[in-house]
């Protein structure tokens, strides 16, 4: 299994999954860093880095290739017009989409691939995906430190559902702090 094989590299091999994993691999990045920083808690931020910088890359690896090769695709199968309205809805709450995605265990992948395609601006996928990702791991980082293998067992034991559940949840808090400190910057 891959993660073996980069498990053994550290740092590099957090970065390396977290590429590969924002671009086809249906491995978290988790897999490497919840492990690496329980024998490893100093290198909490180069974990934080690694696997936000790798992601980042990976996600802008997807993004070129749906720019270059997906439009051929989605207008083969869908009509002008709704791909156009797809566009223009994509283009409105992209970038919300694909916080979500980078925040929950949905395919981020997926949604990297469809930015491009639909022409997302790379610097608007970057920042969005710097900022989610950063935040994902800077969350599943201190929790690794702080629970050790308490929080690994109940990570393990959650599904899919109940994880996405819980990332929701942070999401909508996230949200309405943003609202109410942004309303008072207005005042």
């Known amino acids: 299994m891959i993660t073996e094989l980069l ?3 550290g740092l590099i091999g957090i970065f390396v999954l977290g590429i590969l994993e924002a671009m086809f691999l249906p491995v978290p990045v988790e897999t490497l860093i919840i492990p690496y920083l329980m024998m490893n808690k100093k ?6 880095i690694a696997s936000t910088g790798g992601s980042v890359i990976g996600a802008l690896i997807n993004h070129y290739i749906g720019k270059v090769a997906g439009k051929r695709v989605i207008y083969k199968y869908i009509k002008n017009d709704k791909s156009d309205m797809i566009h223009k809805l994509f283009n409105k709450y ?5 916080a979500i995605a980078a925040l929950t265990p949905l395919p981020y992948k997926i949604f990297a ?7 997302m601006e790379r610097k608007k996928l970057a920042l969005t ?11 599943v980082g201190i929790l690794t430190i702080k629970y050790g293998d308490a929080f690994m067992k109940t990570v393990k034991s959650m ?7 819980v990332f929701l949840v942070l999401i909508i808090i996230v949200y309405i702090m943003g609202n109410i400190f942004s309303k008072k910057k207005e005042r």
């Open 7 to 9: 498990s053994g590299y």
């Open 43 to 48: 290198m909490i931020v180069f974990a934080i």
């Open 94 to 98: 992209g970038v919300y989409a694909v």
């Open 113 to 119: 691939l469809i930015s491009g395609i639909l022409g």
């Open 129 to 139: 995906a710097l900022i989610s990702r950063g935040f994902r791991f800077t969350a």
């Open 159 to 165: 599904s899919v559902d109940q994880k996405i559940l």
